[in-house]
């Protein structure tokens, strides 16, 4: 910012007084004109630094980055904002494979998978994903987003149900409405209110399907659902349960299973999908099923997977051999280390009065509030070399902005510290103002 924040400002208090919901439906009959009042609101948000979207990395994802903000501002310090929990992405074994199959498969899928565009590293990759997760059968797609939306739209119909947790993924969420009207929220983590709702669909309807649809680990709020619960109550009304695992899998539990292995649930969910950008150092998601028909009937009705190139075979390797780690001695260690970090994080933003939100996993939440001072807090942090998420509304509610912190196993005590340090300085200063 040119200007401090404390003194009058026209621009910087445009930049702080609205949001995107403001924006959201736009004004005019013309569907491209009618989007320049944003693009207004967003260079303003540049131009004073506090616009937390759209840096680039100059760098390899790791515990020290180098990186260029929208408004060409240049940063070199620690990293917070980068998933890759267990630090795969700079593992040798991990970059090995990624070159060798760059050189005998080449950049490129070429094609969907159901049209040539699958290697033979996809069906190695599937069967370390079944060891993973305790299912008989795994469909790879090309990124965790058209996993999650496919997981519905391939298998939901017009005339079916969705009961979801309210804050699932956005992929979900889309997913649900791309397939049935019949969609139903139900409070965050509140079983009984599914059952409700539950109740309530089958009074009236016992002939349609029903999908329940949860997370492993809700990744703004780093909580986690009662999933054997969860999963008998879908059963008492012949539904469904899908779990999302993309934040815990591979990063938490034992041998990487993460919450389902964690609760004894591990190849007792009816369905899992999931996501390798988090652990497992590429792009990429899958499906995990008991049901080989469910997999083969995925293939032709889940549309990101027949009209899509296949993964590519360097991400497909890349995973494979995340995989391989994950699930290895060096893999629980990996895991060891990336608790500490979090505990130690956790005690020591609670030594500064600032309780984190949830559990102990590699996603630190800390509670900023208004968006006013979650921009200012982005600002602040940059200048300090710190790259951290800030997420606001829409990711979260309104007034209920968090600072995101991405742990990784290779972090040192160190640059935690350093980071918590001048994070609580932040805070401090942005909330006097």
């Not at 060409?72 to 795969?88: I, P």
């Not at 051999?321 to 893999?331: K, L, N, V, Y």
């Not at 005690?347 to 208004?370: D, E, T, W």
């Amino acid at each position: 910012m040119s200007e401090s924040y404390g003194e009058k400002n026209p621009a910087l208090e445009n930049a702080l007084s609205k949001s995107t919901a403001d924006f959201y439906v736009p004004d005019g009959r013309d569907v491209l004109s009618r989007m320049d009042a944003y693009y207004s609101w967003v260079k303003s948000r540049v131009r004073t630094n506090t616009w937390q979207y759209s840096r680039t990395q100059t760098s390899r994802p790791g515990p020290v980055i180098t990186a260029t903000d929208a408004g060409g501002r240049q940063m070199e310090g620690v990293n917070f904002a980068s998933q890759d929990y267990l630090g795969l992405s700079a593992h040798p074994d991990v970059l090995n494979a990624a070159q060798e199959a760059l050189l005998r498969y080449g950049p490129h899928s070429a094609g969907s998978p159901m049209f040539m565009g699958q290697t033979d590293l996809v069906p190695q990759l599937e069967e370390k994903l079944q060891e993973l997760t305790g299912m008989e059968h795994v469909l790879i797609f090309p990124t965790g987003w058209a996993a999650g939306f496919s997981s519905l739209t391939g298998l939901v119909r017009k005339n079916d149900y969705i009961v979801m947790d309210r804050l699932a993924h956005a992929c979900l969420r889309q997913g649900a409405y791309a397939a049935t009207a019949n969609v139903f929220k139900f409070d965050h983590l509140d079983h009984e209110d599914a059952r409700k709702i539950l109740a309530s669909i089958r009074a009236k309807d016992a002939a349609n399907g029903i999908l329940v649809v949860s997370e492993g680990l809700f990744s703004m709020n780093a909580d986690t659902p009662d999933i054997r619960r969860l999963q008998e109550i879908c059963h008492e009304f012949g539904a469904r349960l899908l779990m999302d695992v993309a934040h815990d899998l591979g990063a938490t539990g034992p041998e990487g299973s993460g919450q389902l292995g964690i609760q004894g649930m591990k190849g007792r969910v009816d369905l899992v999908m999931g996501s390798f950008s988090k652990t497992f150092a590429a792009n990429g998601g899958f499906i995990a099923t008991h049901s080989a028909a469910v997999k083969e009937y995925l293939k032709m009705y889940a549309g990101p997977y027949l009209f899509s190139n296949a993964v590519s075979p360097v991400q497909t390797a890349a995973a494979l051999q995340g995989s391989r780690i994950i699930t290895a001695p060096e893999g629980a260690g990996l895991r060891k280390l990336s608790l500490g970090n979090t505990l130690h994080m956790r005690a020591r933003f609670a030594s500064n009065n600032l309780p984190c939100l949830g559990i102990a996993a590699p996603i630190v939440l800390v509670p900023v509030g208004g968006e006013r001072h979650a921009r200012l807090s982005h600002s602040l942090l940059m200048k300090k070399n710190i790259a951290a998420m800030i997420v606001e509304y829409p990711v979260v509610p309104m007034s209920e902005a968090r600072i995101r912190l991405q742990l990784m196993s290779t972090h040192t005590i160190g640059q935690i510290n350093h980071a918590v340090d001048h994070i609580c300085e932040v805070l401090d200063e942005v909330r006097k103002k």
